[in-house]
């Protein structure tokens, strides 16, 4: 290792405790998503705060985890720390429908442009690897919007783990960019798979039967994307460009499915912009050169979705409205996830030559007591993906292909994929509305 940077990693190393008494008071700090999230960092913030060592701060986070949850969102911090989520989940959710956090709606790939023009960022923090010889260290699992706070932050403070992979791509920050450096050696947290529905089963199956030899694909986590994954296990020569890479695109690289040799844009190459799953997957990223992680601006582009052949996108719904309204962030006003890159993927991938993007949800909630296929979406929910964007709908009972048809016969269509016990009621309801 070259010593220049070996002296200076260690002039800037330090305890947690002492780099979060560099965050000056009133700071807007933002930092990475799920498992790039620094713990020893937001432990000592927490401290700090609790101790009344430091005030006024504002922290930002697309998807804060388990550290979060346990530190800077404590309750009794609220009237210190007020914390602005980018993506509503289960470590913030109950913060947000309490109102003591906030939400910011944003595109995923605009994010980035977002910090570094219209939210003030005066502190960066994330998890990275060790240092190389050329004094770099990677961003790993969480290169997203994480890439650019790093580098507008007037304090940038890096909390290296010897679990962090180091990835390919876009990812890399050099020992002179950093202000601090703390050490900590905690395994990264890892997302359970789930166990899959027959709901997943029928959904993954109708979706991979179209999907293409030789297309792009972009998947997220749970059961429909895990089922979808499954049933690609015979097709041949698929690509990867996804923002969130997953346990189930290593059994697919593995297995010798997800080649990319007919990818259009970075062939032989699996792009994604974050990463979490289990242990075994971020081993895998280690150092893996057919893996790229690069800025969310880039990957969730739309534009350059679109330069992919048959790009295949797959994500969630809450609810479908029989006009195709897609809601996939809120269960009416309550605020549930966020746009994340639904909007960008779905566009991207009309755009894509041969490309396709489906929305999948389970025909019912509540145990079965509620439709999600409804004649209009229920009061307050937020319209995610516009009905003129939406491409193909997926439940447990079939596909939709609502592009080029009229209202009317989107209802038709939708009132297909709904459970045969609301279907009744929602044909009575369309010609109240003017559909039948």
Request: net charge negative; hydrophobic share 40%.
């Amino acid at each position: 290792m070259n010593q220049r940077w070996r002296d200076e990693y260690q002039r800037k190393l330090t305890s947690p405790e002492d780099a979060a008494k560099l965050i000056p008071d009133g700071s807007s700090i933002v930092q990475p998503l799920i498992a790039g999230e620094p713990p020893a960092i937001l432990g000592a913030i927490a401290d700090r705060a609790r101790s009344g060592g430091v005030s006024n701060l504002t922290m930002r986070a697309l998807l804060p985890f388990s550290a979060t949850k346990a530190t800077v969102l404590d309750p009794e911090l609220k009237d210190v720390i007020r914390w602005d989520s980018l993506f509503v989940g289960g470590a913030d959710r109950d913060a947000v429908a309490e109102g003591r956090a906030a939400f910011t709606p944003n595109f995923f790939h605009q994010v980035p442009r977002l910090l570094s023009e219209f939210i003030p960022v005066d502190v960066c923090i994330a998890t990275v690897s060790p240092m190389d010889k050329h004094g770099y260290m990677s961003l790993g699992v969480s290169v997203d919007y994480t890439s650019t706070a790093a580098r507008v932050a007037e304090l940038l403070i890096l909390e290296v783990n010897e679990h962090m992979p180091r990835t390919h791509g876009r990812s890399f920050i050099h020992i002179t960019e950093a202000s601090a450096i703390v050490e900590n050696d905690n395994p990264l947290p890892e997302l359970p798979t789930p166990a899959l529905r027959p709901e997943d089963e029928a959904i993954g199956k109708y979706i991979a039967e179209m999907v293409p030899n030789g297309a792009t694909i972009q998947l997220g986590i749970g059961g429909v994307p895990n089922a979808v994954a499954q049933y690609l296990g015979d097709h041949k020569d698929l690509g990867i460009h996804s923002e969130m890479f997953t346990d189930s695109m290593v059994d697919l690289i593995e297995d010798g499915v997800a080649t990319g040799v007919n990818k259009a844009l970075h062939p032989r190459k699996a792009l994604f912009t974050f990463a979490a799953g289990s242990e075994r997957m971020y081993r895998f990223l280690d150092d893996n050169p057919y893996c790229e992680a690069h800025p969310v601006s880039y990957t969730n582009s739309p534009d350059v979705i679109a330069q992919n052949n048959e790009l295949i996108s797959v994500n969630a719904a809450i609810e479908i409205d029989f006009s195709g309204q897609c809601c996939a962030e809120s269960i009416g006003p309550l605020q549930f996830s966020g746009t994340g890159g639904q909007a960008d993927f779905v566009r991207g991938a009309f755009n894509s030559p041969g490309g396709k993007s489906f929305l999948a949800l389970y025909s019912t909630a509540r145990s079965g007591e509620v439709s999600r296929i409804v004649p209009t979406l229920t009061p307050g929910a937020v319209v995610t993906t516009p009905r003129q964007d939406v491409h193909y709908v997926v439940s447990e009972f079939g596909v939709a292909m609502l592009k080029g048809k009229s209202v009317p016969d989107r209802a038709k269509a939708l009132i297909s994929l709904a459970h045969p016990k609301f279907r009744d009621e929602l044909t009575a309801e369309a010609k109240k509305l003017g559909y039948g």
